[in-house]
């Protein structure tokens, strides 16, 4: 376990995990619930390092029941989902806060947005560096490197810094009339 990178604090049985304990892997995705026989088993909460998390049922470590909660607190339903869907747009924040006023745009659902790196894109679980093709989580942390089919993905669809002047700039003729 300790040579993947993976780290466990709870009870064992026969130098099995066993009991209730706390099971980390390497992307600090964190199981806090009860294991059986070295497996997930019981109820248990998968925590994500975004912040979202699963609560579920498991059976010698398979889920057997669960529910999924967004970072935001919004929670997945598998029917009659109406989050996010063509005819209702609007961010998480906005359907529990109300629309801001004309002319002051919600950019993400995290209201106001993270500040982007320069050069870089965020990509929902981090910001990623197109020149290293590397993602590193919001607290800096390595999460992947991203491959041909990520990258041209997050080139077309995530935010990116501001990296070019686009505001009034003035005609060159008025600058040297002054």
Request: glycine fraction near 12%; charged fraction near 30%.
């Amino acid at each position: 376990m300790e040579l993947m990178g993976s780290s466990y604090d709870g009870d064992y049985n026969n130098g099995r995990m066993e009991g209730t304990g706390e099971y980390t892997i390497p992307t600090h995705t964190r199981y806090v619930g009860e294991m059986k026989d070295g497996m997930f088993h019981g109820k248990g909460v998968l925590h994500f390092p975004n912040g979202s998390k699963y609560e579920g049922t498991w059976e010698k470590g398979i889920c057997k029941e669960g529910k999924y909660t967004f970072s935001d607190g919004l929670k997945y339903k598998e029917t009659d989902w109406d989050y996010c869907d063509g005819k209702d747009r609007r961010f998480y924040s906005e359907r529990c806060n109300g629309l801001k006023p004309a002319g002051e745009s919600q950019l993400t659902d995290p209201d106001p947005p993270r500040v982007i790196p320069d050069g870089c894109y965020d990509t929902g679980d981090g910001f990623y560096d197109p020149n290293t093709r590397v993602v590193k989580g919001y607290d800096g942390n390595f999460l992947r490197n991203a491959d041909d089919q990520e990258h041209e993905w997050i080139v077309l669809s995530c935010r990116k810094s501001l990296d070019e002047f686009t505001g009034y700039c003035p005609r060159a003729s008025t600058l040297e009339e002054k």
